[in-house]
Structures are given as structure tokens and as C-alpha cells.
């Protein structure tokens, strides 16, 4: 059973274009975590959002946990093509702080 | 820059061979975690570890082996390499501080 269900699981887009991916759960998070994948590397780290309805930016990327700490969206604005990559969810439960879970991913391609 | 340094980069085994992946990091994170990533799977968890001389079991740990003897180093050990185990490996270090990944060992099983 996947505890993290990310939308879309693929994403091609043109420059320029604004898009929204989806990190959903029934699960309640103390904090999610969003990372960026290219290929042949480990995940980045992006962003870490702990509290409730906090919203976080960062550059031309927009990171939303929801109010009841269930879900997370990524917006970015103005895709370019170095956002191409795969981008991974994942949330710490609360009451256990030492095992992630994790998404999919969603795989996003920004065409020139 | 170091972070977490993960070698080998490539490895090919023969199913029955042993062999250590290992993970060093450089950033004093009392804890480090192996994963491993398969298509369609997602990043699973293997073993993991909150402190020198503590590890525990993850979502996968069969076939897998880790010690921690010091803070910096968190070795893999496949005991007996099996197809199953083809994989692409991921060593981190930290959990909310932030995380840390290397850049992975990518193993084959023949």
C-alpha cells in the first residue's frame, strides 16, 4: 500500500508553462519533505514543511502542506528546462520520526 | 563538499558472491539510512541507523546486512547477491536536519 499517492506520475510540458503536481495521503504527516531526482543522482532536497496551511517559495517553485497536514502541492511557475527531473514526496508520520514513507514521484520533462 | 560519498559507483556480481557498498558521510548526522530504488517501486527503505553502534530494519532488510561502528561510516552488506537484488542503492545521512543522499552504487546481479 502506497501511504503517499503522487499526481501525475508523468509530466511534458513546454517552456514557459505553469504546472501543479500532487503529494496526497488519508495519513497525517508531522512534516513532508519534497526532493528533486535528475538522472544518475540522488534525490535533493527542496523543501521541508512542518506546519499546517504553511506555504513555502522558493524561487519560481510554490510548496503548499495542507491544513490538515494530509497533503502537499508543488506549483512552479514559468517552467524552464532545468526543472526536468523527477520530483519525490515524502512525509514523516507522526509518532515515528525514523522511517520516511515515500512517493512515486512525479517525472516532469520541460521542452525547449 | 563531500556530504555523502557512496562507492562503488557500478558494481556487477554473480548470484551467490558477497559484497560491502559502502557509505561515508562527513556532516556528524547521527543518522543515516540505506534505500533502494527500483522502477515502478519507489525509494524503499533497507536498514537504517540513529547512532554509532544502533541500527534497525526497514521496509525491505532481507538479504541485507549493516553495522555502525562510527558516526561517519554506514556499510551495506549483500550476503549472498541474488537477481532480486538489482538494484540502484541510496545511502543518506540526517532525517529532518536535512537529508542527504549520495549519489548511488548502481548493482547488477547476473
Known amino acids: 500500500t502506497q501511504l503517499l499517492e503522487q499526481s501525475p506520475q508523468f509530466l511534458s510540458i513546454q517552456e514557459g508553462e505553469n504546472l501543479t503536481v500532487y503529494c496526497n495521503s488519508s495519513?497525517?504527516?508531522?512534516?513532508l519533505q519534497w526532493y528533486r531526482q535528475e538522472p544518475g543522482e540522488g534525490p535533493v532536497l527542496l523543501v521541508t514543511?512542518?506546519?499546517g496551511g504553511e506555504v513555502k517559495k522558493l524561487k519560481r517553485l510554490t510548496f503548499q502542506f495542507g491544513d490538515a497536514r494530509k497533503d502537499s502541492s508543488l506549483h512552479i511557475t514559468a517552467a524552464q528546462p532545468g526543472d526536468t527531473g523527477l520530483y519525490l514526496c515524502?512525509?514523516?508520520?507522526?509518532?515515528?520520526?525514523?522511517?520516511?514513507?515515500w512517493g512515486l514521484g512525479t517525472s516532469l520533462a520541460v521542452n525547449p | 563538499n563531500a556530504g555523502v560519498t557512496q562507492t562503488p559507483k557500478f558494481q556487477v556480481l554473480k548470484t551467490g558472491q558477497s559484497m560491502t557498498l559502502q557509505c561515508a558521510q562527513d556532516?556528524?548526522?547521527?543518522?543515516m539510512s540505506w534505500y533502494r530504488q527500483d522502477p515502478g517501486m519507489g525509494l524503499r527503505l533497507i536498514h537504517y541507523?540513529?547512532?554509532?553502534?544502533?541500527?534497525d530494519q526497514g521496509e525491505v532488510p532481507n538479504g541485507y546486512n549493516v553495522s555502525r561502528s562510527t558516526t561517519e561510516d554506514f556499510p551495506l552488506r549483500l550476503l549472498s547477491a541474488a537477481p532480486s537484488q538489482t538494484s540502484v542503492y541510496f545511502c543518506?545521512?540526517?532525517?529532518?536536519?536535512?537529508?542527504?543522499f549520495g549519489d548511488g552504487t548502481r548493482l547488477s546481479i547476473l
Open positions: 495519513s497525517v504527516f508531522s512534516s
Open positions: 515524502a512525509g514523516a508520520k507522526a509518532g515515528n520520526n525514523r522511517k520516511l514513507i
Open positions: 541507523s540513529v547512532g554509532a553502534g544502533i541500527t
Open positions: 543518506a545521512a540526517g532525517f529532518n536536519q536535512p537529508q542527504h
Open positions: 556532516m556528524n548526522h547521527e543518522y
Open positions: 514543511v512542518v506546519t
